[in-house]
């Protein structure tokens, strides 16, 4: 029992209530066993006469009473603050039987029973929806209200197109199945052109510029010292990468550069400042993938032979797990890309912006944890001027291999 912390910011931010609450749990199982042992002495020590039989035998009566209206008092003051604690962590506070719950929310939430009974390996005998708890928060109650607003079987909410998007990026996935027809965009119902035209032709309206946008140099001519090139990474592959996964990949480009080459890449891309980027990396013929970086890649174990990224170092623990430079939001960001990576598989760390030095050691030490060979590494040193200060940062470029484990 104790005191709830959640990382905030810089700082700590400190929940009194649980403390308190445990503080008072202490004291009330303190005076319970201080009273019930002078009950206990004053019952066992008098000397009973034939007078007062009936006056013991009601004072042990009594005492027993006692003992068992202190045990629920601390059972139920147990369970209060494992509730409070559970609230305060972010779990328990999705009540399908709220009123104020969509119609078709409460439906998607409710518990089913299984079709066959209950399952004899685990014992379960009802369904649970998956929606990650972190969607009952506010603001992403209300948004997830918002989304299950419509009614059956009709014509989608045209109130923000973007409103799934906003939910991704607050960590609210998976997001929960709904029973509305979708809308077709002008994008989406746009003829496709023919293969490979497509990749650099698309004929959508480019969504942004630079990387978000179609730029035909990345990667195949360089521009500055730390840039790793793709024929360079193929020929270390000597024919063995068919298939990746580009995470946080904009537009795709990535993914055109490899489609050229016959290597099939899936990228996971959020819709950049309400830019449609996964209908246009889909006009493009490439494969998109609307994921946070902050969720656990829907991939089997060991199924890709490179995983490329620029930037999704610094999203990938944002909003799930705090602050993104945290050292724990990394981990679980590499180690899951480790997960989906086969043995002798490619990480190709692509241009990333290290805030200073300690952002660059912090990465090195992690990539020296995991034992991945360093087939190329890159350091470029860049100053920005942040005010009247220069700001240092570092480009950082790498390609490992994951070596295999025992």
Not at 338 to 346: A, Q, T
Not at 348 to 376: F, H, P, Q, S
């Amino acid at each position: 029992m104790g005191s709830v912390s959640l990382q905030i910011g810089d700082g700590t931010a400190r929940f009194r209530r649980a403390t308190l609450c445990s503080s008072a749990l202490h004291l009330l199982m303190l005076s319970s066993v201080i009273t019930t042992n002078l009950f206990a002495f004053y019952a066992f020590t008098s000397s009973p006469s034939s007078s007062s039989a009936a006056a013991h035998a009601r004072n042990i009566s009594l005492i027993s009473e006692n003992v068992a209206l202190i045990v629920r008092e601390i059972e139920a003051s147990e369970r209060r603050l494992h509730q409070i604690e559970r609230e305060l962590a972010g779990y328990d506070t999705f009540d399908p039987a709220k009123s104020s719950l969509p119609p078709d929310l409460k439906l998607f939430l409710a518990r089913h029973p299984l079709p066959l009974g209950r399952d004899a390996r685990s014992g379960i005998t009802e369904m649970v929806s998956s929606v990650a708890h972190s969607c009952a928060r506010s603001p992403a109650a209300d948004l997830l209200a918002r989304y299950m607003s419509y009614e059956p079987a009709a014509p989608c909410p045209l109130d923000d197109p973007f409103l799934p998007q906003k939910l991704v990026a607050k960590a609210c996935e998976p997001l929960p199945r709904r029973r509305c027809l979708s809308h077709s965009t002008a994008t989406a119902a746009a003829p496709r052109l023919p293969f490979p035209q497509s990749l650099w032709s698309p004929g959508t309206k480019n969504p942004g510029a630079g990387i978000y946008g179609l730029d035909k140099q990345l990667w195949i001519k360089p521009r500055r010292k730390s840039d790793i090139l793709i024929d360079d990474v193929l020929a270390l592959g000597r024919g063995g990468i068919r298939i990746g996964f580009d995470i946080g990949g904009g537009a795709g480009n990535f993914a055109a550069r490899m489609a050229e080459r016959n290597v099939t890449v899936v990228t996971s891309t959020l819709e950049v400042g309400g830019k449609p980027m996964n209908e246009f990396i889909a006009a493009r013929g490439l494969f998109p993938l609307l994921l946070s970086p902050s969720q656990r890649f829907p991939f089997i174990d060991s199924v890709f032979d490179l995983v490329h990224t620029m930037n999704a170092l610094d999203e990938g623990g944002a909003p799930a797990l705090g602050q993104a430079s945290r050292t724990e939001a990394l981990e679980f960001l590499m180690f899951d890309i480790d997960r989906v990576l086969r043995p002798g598989g490619f990480f190709w760390l692509d241009n990333y912006l290290c805030a200073g030095d300690e952002r660059k050691r912090m990465v090195t030490r992690l990539i020296e944890r995991l034992a991945y060979k360093k087939l190329k590494w890159a350091v470029e040193e860049k100053a920005e001027a942040s005010g009247t200060e220069k700001a240092q940062q570092l480009y950082l470029s790498a390609l490992l291999q994951k070596p295999a484990r025992g």
